[in-house]
C-alpha cells in the first residue's frame, strides 16, 4: 500500500511555543486530512485540504497542501496542554483501484510542559 | 445527536474464541471502515464497504471478517485465526458518493486477549 512518512514522531515542548510537523508520501495525493487522537478515544479531524498550495487555518493550527501534491504540513502557534495527543496526517491517492481510500501516517505524539 | 457509536469501549477474548466489536452511524454515510491501531503503528485498515451487500479488503485482512446488511451497521469479527489480536479498534464513516471525504471515526474498542 501507500506509504505516508511522517515527522517528527515524536515532540516536547514547552507551553507557548510553536510546533510544526510534516507528512510526505511516496505519490501524489489529492486530498490531505489532520486529525488528533487524544488518549482512550478516535481521532477528531482538524483540517481537511483538497487543493494544491491551499493553507487553511482551524484556530491556532494551520495546515498546508503540498505544491508537489506529495506533501502536507501542520503547525500550531502558541501551543497549550490540551494540544497534547496524537496527531495524524492521511492522505488519499489521485487516481487507481484506491481513490477515496485513506492512508495514514504513524502519528507525531505531541507533549506540552506547563 | 448523529455519530458513530462502537460497543464495547473494552473487550477480552480467550484463546480460540472468536469475537464481535459492535459499530453503528446515524450519519447516513454510505462508507463504512474498520481500522487497528497499535502503539507507534498509526492506523491500519483491515475491511471497508462502500456501499450496502459490498465490502473489500484492507491491507491486514486475515484473521477478521466483516458483513454490511444495514447502512448503520458494519460489525468486525475477530476470528481465532488472528494470532495477534491485542490493539485498539477503530470504526470510522464517510460519504462515500463524494470521493475524497473525510472519515468520521468512534471512539473505539480496545480487545485484550486473556
Known amino acids: 500500500g501507500q506509504q505516508l512518512n511522517q515527522s517528527p514522531q515524536s515532540m516536547f515542548i514547552q507551553e507557548g511555543e510553536d510546533v510544526s510537523m510534516n507528512c510526505t508520501s511516496s505519490?501524489?495525493?489529492?486530498?490531505w486530512l489532520w486529525y488528533k487522537q487524544d488518549p482512550g478515544e478516535g481521532p477528531v479531524l482538524l483540517i481537511a485540504l483538497y487543493k494544491a498550495g491551499e493553507l487553511t487555518s482551524n484556530g491556532r493550527l494551520t495546515a498546508q497542501f503540498g505544491i508537489t501534491r506529495k506533501d502536507s504540513f501542520l503547525n500550531i502557534s502558541a501551543s497549550i496542554p490540551s494540544d497534547v495527543g496524537i496527531y495524524f496526517c492521511?492522505?488519499?491517492?489521485?487516481?487507481?483501484?484506491?481513490?477515496?481510500?485513506?492512508?495514514f501516517g504513524r502519528g507525531t505524539q505531541l507533549t506540552v510542559w506547563p | 445527536d448523529g455519530g458513530i457509536t462502537q460497543s464495547p469501549k473494552y473487550l477480552f477474548r480467550k484463546e480460540g474464541q472468536n469475537v464481535t466489536l459492535s459499530c453503528e452511524q446515524n450519519?447516513?454515510?454510505?462508507?463504512m471502515y474498520w481500522y487497528r491501531q497499535d502503539p507507534g503503528q498509526g492506523l491500519r485498515l483491515i475491511y471497508y464497504?462502500?456501499?450496502?451487500?459490498?465490502?473489500q479488503k484492507g491491507d491486514i485482512a486475515e484473521g477478521y471478517s466483516v458483513s454490511r446488511e444495514k447502512k448503520e451497521s458494519f460489525p468486525l469479527t475477530v476470528t481465532s485465526a488472528q494470532k495477534n489480536p491485542t490493539a485498539f479498534y477503530l470504526c470510522?464513516?464517510?460519504?462515500?458518493?463524494?470521493?475524497?471525504?473525510?472519515?468520521?471515526f468512534g471512539d473505539g474498542t480496545r480487545l485484550s486477549i486473556l
Open positions: 464497504s462502500q456501499i450496502v451487500n459490498d465490502f
Open positions: 470510522a464513516s464517510s460519504i462515500a458518493k463524494r470521493p475524497n471525504q473525510p472519515q468520521h
Open positions: 450519519l447516513n454515510h454510505d462508507a
Open positions: 505519490s501524489i495525493f489529492n486530498t
Open positions: 492521511a492522505g488519499s491517492p489521485d487516481r487507481g483501484s484506491t481513490l477515496g481510500r485513506l492512508y
